[in-house]
């Protein structure tokens, strides 16, 4: 049973255009959520997260945002640059179980 | 800062031996977690701790694999006997719960091939 959905497995955008990459949960029990970038050979890093108090968190280049009631989130790369090419997860936890559920991951491939 | 540390950053062993991983959390945090990584499963919860204590251990496949943390600055993870199905990439990743962000913070990881 995925509590976390990242359907896509690959995405890629030309340098400069934005990136996209899309999320789904199915536990309403999730209260806070993020994103980690990884780079083969490397832990997960943190990039950015949002509680579910908000909508709408940013952070330069990256925003994520979190629509509730269709239990969906997002993360907004703007401008894609070729060294935002990595994995990227998303990931949620809620205030009874702190670890992490974690996506399957989506390849992103920025292109020069 | 000094972010978590691994060690060893590759295991190879045959299976049947023991394997330890050991881990060092981020200086101040109180929540360690290990996660496992494999093709077929993906990241994985194995374990968690909060100051010491361990809080969900579900994720732990089966007997063979045990978690300690003696202290604050110290984890490992042992598996006895291992097996070929054990290889994966294993992720310690440390907290500071209460913080109201409980973000995690993960470590380069060990790579484990069981021969």
């Known amino acids: 049973d995925q509590q976390v959905k990242q359907n896509s497995p690959s995405l890629s955008v030309q340098e400069g255009r934005i990136s996209i990459l899309n999320c789904d949960y199915t536990n309403s029990m999730f209260d806070y959520f993020l994103w980690y970038k990884k780079y083969p050979a490397e832990g997960p890093t943190f990039l950015i997260s949002i509680s579910s108090i908000k909508d709408k968190n940013e952070d330069g280049r990256f925003t994520v945002f979190l629509n509730k009631s269709a239990k969906h989130l997002s993360l907004h790369i703007v401008p894609s640059q070729p060294g935002d090419s990595a994995v990227y997860f998303c990931a949620a936890s809620h205030t009874g179980r702190r670890a992490l559920t974690f996506g399957s991951g989506t390849r992103l491939q920025v292109q020069p | 800062d000094a972010g978590v540390i691994q060690s060893p950053r590759h295991e190879v062993t045959e299976m049947g031996q023991e394997v330890t991983l050991r881990c060092k959390p981020i200086?101040?945090?109180?929540?360690l977690f290990w996660y496992r990584q494999t093709m077929m499963r993906g990241l994985e919860l194995l374990i968690y701790?909060?100051?010491?204590?361990?809080?969900?251990d579900s994720g732990m496949p089966e007997d063979r694999f045990s978690a300690k943390m003696p202290n604050a600055s110290f984890s490992t993870l042992k598996i006895q006997p291992s097996e070929p199905r054990d290889s994966a990439v294993y992720f310690c990743a440390s907290s500071h719960s209460g913080s109201g962000t409980d973000t995690q913070y993960f470590g380069p990881g060990t790579r484990l091939t069981v021969l």
């Open positions: 200086s101040g945090h109180n929540s």
């Open positions: 701790f909060n100051n010491n204590v361990p809080i969900d």
